[in-house]
């Protein structure tokens, strides 16, 4: 498989995109939104395919499927990206030297990026809505468990394309075998960035093996810390929400910490995990305090294995701490550095644990099912960056630009 004039395409193409108006980048994204309304029975049609080959009890299967109303929900969002202002030619920085060169730093697009990515068949839409917008072409690289459904999201695309005068190559879905990720990982001179959605062992193999840059768009092992000062009635609806919400997300809540003063509460807390069938593994402060109270066939004592776990399913682990110190430890050391969250009503143990925890998003007293970048008012995201150069956290339409320097003179030399 060589697939270097596809990526020569692909890198052609996206050199077409600076010239496009901003009035044609929104008009286009208006039509695939009308588009992707008009073919839900067809989308929904070759999802079924992809569908019939998993298992239902996979976690993944959650994330393929499509619905009349999530397919609605990715069409609202791509007219959102529509609505925005453009990332591409914002002055950010402007002045003048003593020699009278006036320099200007603007942004730019990235140039071609390329998105590897699990099961999630929505990611089409929302990479291309937020690539076009800002400017970039996109290669595409999705798992073969996704493959019809992204076959069909792909010509819809193409069409609009075609209709509003655009080179389609700006996107290229890739074969759905794995020899195309390694010419994508190798693709140096036709992509300038590529972004991993996925598990730990994608975003791994991605990053170990590419000799394109990266940026890593990490697995969620989320925890939510229920303090000493908690509010009950508050923190229960928060942890309810942020596990049993969509467990197949990277903000789902994996772990619960518990101050060991509030283990009497812990009941009420459970409660609403329980209606929900929730399978928790407690250590045994935690497993002493639910037993008797939570169904017996959900709960099991945690092992070592229970904690730094993305579980992407009903599932949670449950830590007891005797300090806030014991909780920030118990999170440095486990965390994903996606979103941590902590339920408290101190005002310095909440200044302490937002000061202290390394994440991309830190929440005090809500629930870490807002990181996201729809929720965040960005329109959509390509990813959930949990390293910290260049982009952290929701990567979205300004997280997709660099930018170039411009400078002007009037005959200058150097000596």
């Not at 990526?7 to 980048?25: M, Y």
């Not at 994508?184 to 193999?205: E, M």
């Not at 003179?409 to 150097?414: A, C, E, F, M, V």
Request: with cysteine; net charge negative; aromatic share 4%.
């Amino acid at each position: 498989m060589t697939l270097t004039s596809t990526f020569e395409k692909t890198r052609e193409a996206s050199r077409a995109l600076s010239l496009l108006s901003e009035e044609k980048i929104n008009r286009t994204l208006e039509d695939l939104a009308d588009a992707t309304v008009a073919n839900i029975p067809a989308i929904l049609e070759e999802n079924q395919k992809d569908l019939d080959r998993m298992d239902p009890k996979d976690p993944k299967y959650d994330r393929l499927k499509l619905t009349h109303e999530r397919i609605e929900a990715i069409a609202a969002d791509i007219r959102k990206v529509a609505q925005l202002p453009s990332p591409v030619g914002r002055t950010l920085e402007k002045k003048q030297l003593e020699n009278g060169l006036a320099l200007k730093k603007v942004s730019v697009p990235i140039g071609v990026i390329g998105i590897i990515y699990e099961s999630r068949p929505n990611v089409t839409f929302d990479v291309f809505s937020l690539c076009l917008k800002s400017g970039n072409a996109l290669v595409l690289k999705g798992s073969s468990d996704a493959h019809a459904s992204n076959l069909a999201i792909e010509k819809i695309i193409h069409q609009v394309l075609e209709q509003n005068s655009i080179n389609p190559h700006i996107v290229t879905l890739l074969p759905a075998e794995r020899e195309a990720t390694k010419e994508l990982l190798d693709a140096v001179g036709y992509v300038d960035l590529i972004i991993p959605r996925g598990s730990q062992g994608l975003i791994d193999f991605v990053r170990d093996n590419s000799r394109v840059p990266v940026i890593e768009t990490g697995a969620g092992i989320v925890h939510t810390y229920f303090d000493v000062s908690a509010d009950l009635e508050k923190g229960a609806e928060i942890i309810a929400n942020a596990k049993t919400r969509r467990v197949s997300v990277c903000n789902a809540l994996d772990c619960l910490v518990i101050h060991e003063q509030r283990l009497d509460d812990l009941k009420t807390i459970a409660s609403k995990l329980a209606e929900k069938a929730t399978k928790i593994y407690a250590d045994k402060p935690s497993l002493d305090a639910l037993k008797g109270s939570y169904p017996s066939e959900l709960l099991a004592p945690a092992e070592e294995e229970h904690y730094g776990t993305e579980f992407l399913s009903m599932t949670m682990s449950i830590k007891t701490v005797s300090s806030l110190e014991q909780a920030l430890d118990h999170i440095a050391q486990h965390s994903s550095k996606h979103s941590e969250a902590i339920i408290a009503e101190d005002e310095e143990t909440l200044d302490l644990f937002l000061r202290s925890v390394d994440a991309a998003a830190v929440y005090a007293n809500t629930s870490t099912a807002f990181t996201d970048g729809a929720q965040f008012g960005m329109g959509a995201e390509i990813g959930i960056s949990t390293q910290k150069l260049h982009a952290r956290g929701p990567m979205a339409l300004n997280e997709l630009t660099s930018y170039k320097w411009i400078i002007r003179g009037n005959g200058q030399t150097r000596a």
